[in-house]
DNA sequence: CTGTATCCGCCTGGATACTG
DNA sequence: CAGTATCCAGGCGGATACAG
């Protein structure tokens, strides 16, 4: 009856944390852009291609929920709006750029993966005959 | 008219190409239990709380295609199937342990910053009064 | 310029039942 | 044991219109 076989659950997972915060598509980019410096609502908007009103905005005030980015909001006409990196903000970019070297390194390896994968399955008695 | 405005796409962004894999909520958890040695299906499935069935073949099935993770069916009866990382997935674990260690490093100061943040929306007087 | 509000299609993911 | 198949609710995200 010993514990042989521990659980893990999502709560316990570390990694999830992180997730929780850096899987949305669009966080990663509006991070990736402001880690060149502060930014207007506007600029991200043109800087970053497909991206919606709707969801520029959404990630931008996750974002600065979670205390990654600071908005600051300069009361003119018309109205100037300015986003930046917190400190904290900035202790994931040198993780992001961990993950673009592991991309650059092995994403090849899992496209090929992919293609193999998908020919077999298309046809299944590929290797063996013929 | 020079190019003082970088365009980001979605495509370009190798930070994507790894969250493609792996902002899967259960895909980083299949690969920590699969991290600890060849696993089986029904094994994989009491190790992970509140996994359902769909979840985890579709999780396996992704990661298979992408060349993370190795299939092994013995065909016996019952039929038995192993799971287990390919190099490919091994190269992950280290990343796995940065993505914790930031987790466990800085998921207070989120939480913190989350709580402030709610607290100010409910109350937007606070610390200017009372 | 910097948003908010609404509608709505699509896909993710859970529950359930069935198969080799 | 190790899946497959189907139904279905809920949320994500785009398009559009409107506001301060």
Redesign the pocket.
Known sequence: MAKRDPIITLEECSYRKILDIVS???AVLVMAVLSGGTK??????RRIA????????????QLERDGLVE?N?IPSV??????SLTPLGQTLIPHFAQMRQWANEYYDSVERARMDYDRKAENPAAGEQR
Request: aromatic share 10%; hydrophobic share 30%.
């Open positions: 949305s598509k669009w207007r609502y506007g600029e991200l908007r497909d991206i919606s009103q709707k969801m520029l905005t959404q990630t931008l005030k908005r909001a018309p109205p100037t709006v300015e986003y």
